[in-house]
């Protein structure tokens, strides 16, 4: 008996592929704007406070959870072993609009790979794309999934990371006209690194994918490469002129989104979360499986309510959306953290 | 466009499934004997030296490899975010003989179902496992699988680590008459210790599923079940009764054996070991992708050759083959230990 899997690059299935949809929208938001100067963290030691979270309920309810996990002797002690701190990515620790900031690389190795592919002149997908054509590309969805499979396969995972790294140097967001990687959140890094400082383990539970994130999460939120759980792809290990490779092949092999992220925890973590923090629908059920955990547990929701500093969505919008979430939020109690109020700075002060 | 992954159960893939081929030689060898008891370590520090290694040139090529890599300003020095060490599981760990420990808790599995499996009572693999005749279970391989998917999955995985946790703490070895988590091998606590007091993060890569690993590994080794890369079973996230869990489904979802192990490596760790410690030919790319890095690297292979204190075996052998990797350790010059002449001490002494 032999049972298929998911098809390979399901439109359903993949979220570079989800964010396709939101090629329809694209033309009147990509213009670039001057970067909004984000305020200064007041504290010299950020590891230890959260200077750059309002003194609001969003950040008391931070501090007294870690409080209670960390009290030694009380019930609601949880050893640190067990103190594991999950966090989603996009729109979570770092911006996520107008696309997803994968889902743009991917679009650019697609015009990088052009000069290798001239068969792809008269493909339709392409010919939208290049002539940034949005609405003929949304409907060649397939005909897309397949040059972005033939762009980010084929190579060695060493020489993948390398084209990350390097478009990840110079590519600049379209609104705020910084590096990608710039594009973190501030007030996150001092929560990963305050919950850390109270013995937490944190990782990255993204639907983005594992190579995407692992070239620079280390130095960017101080989270290793084996803390970082994502989507990954089909590897094959081959040994090529007599030197063992990883190869990636054009299949998805996992996807680390929806109700694939509990599973995501498990096969890479083993620890039920007590801490878990999310932005959007896929999210839930990490959410909910964290929120289901038998002693104290903390849930919090991202909410993008700040057009001014970053970006007003996540109602019933494409990327990024939060409805479902949200409505279990308000029943369940869980904590939504206002970027407009809640926060002090969003993004760390550009470098000089 | 849909295609097939593995097909299920498939013999070829499935690692308690290549154990089954080894039921046919069973009969000679489960008979009780005698514990045979350790000698003890002689220091009284375990985390900075080798007390149960004996002062060969294995010993000595360990504790270069620690000094080079840890040397700072060094051209060898590595720094510590990069000293990944990783350690096969059965037969590099633990003993692994007569059968791998992980498939005769699956067979308890099918025995302790049956009573809710009545249909079984004329299947020809149960018959054959309930009498002990392994010259006809050898011949139902299929139905034999088939029995163990059913016995091991449907359940949450919650309730499952108590099964196996409760196997564990009540099953005991044929030969040494001792609990299974009990037939680890001290010299290897000691350099699991050794080389994390030394700035390395160990992991294990075992052919054997993550689930049968977690629930003992971190008492045991010390290595927190996120460290723990194995194969995977399918699991499912459903909400039952209003309560998140995660469902195993009769499907193997990965294979972290062979080629698969520098794949379990890359998604789970994301770095390239410098160390690694194997015994099989199950181990050999995790061997080779190891020492394929660019600096310095120790690749190791555990010689099973002390009949006395443990088994001698793995030159053609059905469980631990070690023929292909024995080869290449030769050529390459990688370390092969000897159980009977580099080891003082093979197992932990007898809890009082």
Redesign the interface.
Known sequence: ?????Q??WSSRALLMMRAAWIVLSLAGCVAPHNCVAPAQPTASNPAATLPSWRDTSAKQAIESFVADVTREGSSSFVPP?ERIAVFDNDGTLWSEQPLYFQFVFMLDQVKAAAPQHPEWKDNPAFKALIAKDYGALANQQKALQQLVAVANSGMT?DDYDKTISAWLASARHPKFGRLYTDLVYQPQLELLAYLRANGF?T?IVSGGT?EFM?VWA?KAYGI?????VGS?QV???E?RNG??V?VREP?L?FVDDG??K??GI??????KPIFAFGNSDGDL?ML??TA?GPGRHLALLLHHDDAVREFAYDRASKVGKLDKAWDEAVTEGWTVVSMKNDWQTVFPAPRQ
Chains 1, 2 share one sequence.
């Open positions: 008996m032999q049972l298929c899997h098809p390979v072993a995972v383990k990782f594992i692992r280390e290793p490469p084996e803390q970082v990954s590897v094959q290990y040994v030197k063992p990883l299949k092999d109700a694939g509990p599973v498990y096969r890479n973590i083993g620890h059920q909910q499986y289901a």
